[in-house]
């Protein structure tokens, strides 16, 4: 999350843009670039929006060389839920590289059943990335569940009508998360099989 913030605060100051609060920078977690771009600074021009991704991704680059922490019990659970026969499927508002990157970075390159990014397709809130992996594996929304840790997460699997989990230790805060009805909100992902 201050990767993300800070990434976008430097691109901002590279392209002569009002800086946004940290804030701003960090509300906007979870959306696709392009859709960062819009809301944060609605009124730039194309080639300005383009400059600003650009150096967005660099900055980004520069800063993923070593790859986040896995917050704590996640990747456990994680195994854990494959083991058990669980499809696990990643639906991000990041890049297609961006993603390859993490996954390779973390070693879970095969570990993903599916995925698709905000450059593949429409980017959250918008539900199609969730319709898109339902249909790849055959499961309809209400034999699935979303877990995320944005509104945004939680607002496009209420779009798919797919139950969803709010994880309250990374972006939004339990008020932004509670606003989309999960079915739950939990501390640690571990807590997970208590809806499973």
Do not use: W
């Not at 339902?134 to 779009?159: P, R, W, Y």
Request: some cysteine; proline content about 5%.
């Amino acid at each position: 999350m201050d990767r993300i913030a800070t990434c976008i605060r430097l691109a901002a100051a590279d392209n002569n843009l009002e800086i946004p609060s940290y804030a701003a920078a960090s509300n906007i977690i979870g959306l696709g670039l392009k859709e960062c771009i819009n809301e944060l600074f609605p009124s730039v021009a194309q080639p300005d929006a383009d400059r600003f991704a650009a150096s967005y991704s660099a900055h980004f680059r520069r800063q993923d060389q070593n790859p986040c922490a896995f917050f704590p019990g996640v990747l456990e659970t994680l195994k854990d839920l494959r083991a058990g026969g669980y499809i696990l499927a990643v639906a991000t508002g990041k890049s297609r590289a961006g993603l390859d990157r993490v996954l390779a970075a973390t070693g879970l390159v095969d570990f993903f059943d599916g995925s698709r990014c905000a450059d593949e397709t429409l980017s959250k809130p918008h539900p199609l990335m969730l319709e898109e992996l339902l249909s790849q594996f055959g499961v309809k929304a209400n034999d699935a569940i979303m877990v995320g840790d944005t509104e945004f997460d939680l607002a496009m699997a209420k779009s798919a009508r797919m139950p969803a989990i709010g994880v309250t230790y990374g972006a939004h805060e339990l008020d932004r998360l509670l606003r989309h009805d999960p079915i739950a909100c939990l501390d640690s992902l571990s807590d997970i099989y208590l809806y499973l």
